[in-house]
């Protein structure tokens, strides 16, 4: 098989960058290892930035997400007793949109198909050859059997756990990681949300998160240490402890039948650079964030306009010299979030064996970004994301 560009992973990076150089006529085949029934019901992220929900929409991919998608104006911090709220709208102008990861998946599977684009589900890739020329082959596995897919570019979408990042000769990449002493325990829950807008909160016995997909579908999580077994936490058990964690006057959370169950382990990592000859990286194969700051599919979507505009240069004018930008590029930003979210994440969790000092510190920093409209404002452009390149996007 050949094409223009080969995709690894069917997430939103590959989706979105296969629709993208659609647009554009250039032509991709996206490998995906899963089924499409998989990826379409894989929860995961779910709170997308004012610009990346500007972009879906430019891009003809928002007509669903505007119909289904909550907008939010803000979102709530809950830490000793109060419950204080950060106005989007009011600090910065800006919002997010409120609307599941496998619905944004759902439709960009469906755009590409309807395109008349290919996505070879099941389809494994397993190695990747000549990188350091100008045809590059992933090797995949499908169908019990392996096959090649030549093409100019290789974008390598696959993920955390895919095979392009490991393809890169050691001496090329520089890693930097930060792994986090705890982790979250998440439920999606068929019950009407508690919150109209996420609820934050900072307890003593850890940390808790209140957020939805829908008017009727609860997303909750609460920090648990890393080493947990789900068989450890009933339903019951999780709903006990998110209404300790979660507590404040007037509040009440309703209950409902728990969907799905998962453990999330809490991770900062980068990749640099992103680019090794004609493999380019995009989204969680060259970075993860703790998701406390809502940012990995957003980080992913950001990666992915610096990308398209690159290969736009390559196949209309030839042009090489943006492949060598597009790390630099994505790494202003890559780095700005990776410290939002860690700040987030350290400023709500609680530390095992913290110091006593710690624990007043932290109740300090709260007490100190929410007293001051200047803070607030940074942590409101940040949450609403920094804002997008939208040149050459149509
Ligand atoms: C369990 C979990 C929960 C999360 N929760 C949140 C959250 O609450 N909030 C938040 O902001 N972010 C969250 N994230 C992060 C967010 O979902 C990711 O940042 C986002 O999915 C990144 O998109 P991507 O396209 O780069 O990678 P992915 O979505 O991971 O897509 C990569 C794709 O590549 C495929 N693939 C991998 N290897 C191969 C191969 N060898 N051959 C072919 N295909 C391959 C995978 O099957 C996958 O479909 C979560 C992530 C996980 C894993």
Redesign the pocket.
């Known amino acids: 098989m050949q094409t223009q560009v080969a995709i690894?992973?069917?997430?939103?990076?590959?989706l979105l960058l296969a629709h993208m150089l659609h647009r554009r006529g250039i032509e991709s085949v996206i490998?995906?290892?899963?089924s499409r029934a998989y990826?379409e019901r894989r929860i995961?992220?779910?709170?997308m930035e004012h610009d990346v929900a500007a972009l879906l929409e430019r891009v003809g991919l928002g007509a669903r997400m505007r119909r289904e998608g909550l907008v939010h104006q803000g979102i709530n911090l809950r830490f000793a007793g109060r419950t204080v709220r950060v106005d989007f709208a009011g600090l910065v102008g800006r919002s997010v949109m409120v609307y599941g990861?496998h619905e944004v998946v759902k439709d960009m599977v469906r755009a590409r198909l309807e395109a008349g684009g290919t996505i070879l589900f099941e389809?494994?890739?397993?190695r990747l050859e000549g990188l350091e020329g100008e045809r590059p082959v992933v090797v995949?596995r499908h169908g019990g059997l392996e096959e090649r897919l030549e093409a100019a570019v290789v974008a390598g979408?696959?993920?955390?756990?895919?095979?392009a990042r490991r393809s890169i000769p050691a001496a090329h990449i520089t890693t930097f990681e930060r792994r986090y002493p705890y982790a979250w325990l998440g439920i999606l829950a068929e019950a009407r949300p508690a919150s109209e807008e996420l609820i934050y909160a900072r307890h003593e016995r850890g940390f808790a998160l209140l957020s939805m997909r829908s008017p009727t579908l609860s997303r909750l999580y609460i920090q648990v240490p890393p080493t947990t077994d789900l068989a450890d936490w009933p339903d019951e058990r999780i709903w006990d402890e998110l209404e300790l964690r979660l507590a404040a006057p007037g509040f009440h959370l309703e209950r409902g039948p728990v969907v799905q169950k998962?453990l999330?382990v809490m991770r900062s990592f980068v990749t640099e650079p992103m680019r090794y000859g004609r493999l380019l990286l995009?989204?969680?194969?060259a970075h993860i964030v703790p998701?406390t700051g809502?940012?990995?599919?957003?980080?992913?979507v950001a990666d992915v306009t610096h990308l398209a505009r690159a290969l736009f240069a390559f196949f209309e004018r030839g042009d090489e010299r943006p492949f060598e930008a597009y790390s630099r590029l994505c790494l202003q930003r890559i780095w700005q979030v990776q410290h939002f979210s860690w700040w987030m994440t350290t400023m709500l969790h609680r530390e095992e064996g913290a110091l006593p000092f710690d624990h007043h510190r932290q109740l300090g920093e709260l007490e100190a970004v929410t007293g001051s409209r200047a803070a607030l404002t940074w942590l409101a452009e940040h949450y609403t994301g920094l804002p997008l390149d939208f040149s050459e996007i149509a």
């Open positions: 690894i992973g069917a997430g939103p990076a590959g490998l995906e290892r899963h990826i995961r992220a779910g709170v990861q389809a494994e890739a397993v995949f979408c696959d993920g955390f756990h895919g095979i998962d999330t995009a989204g969680d194969a998701p809502a940012k990995g599919l957003n980080l992913a």
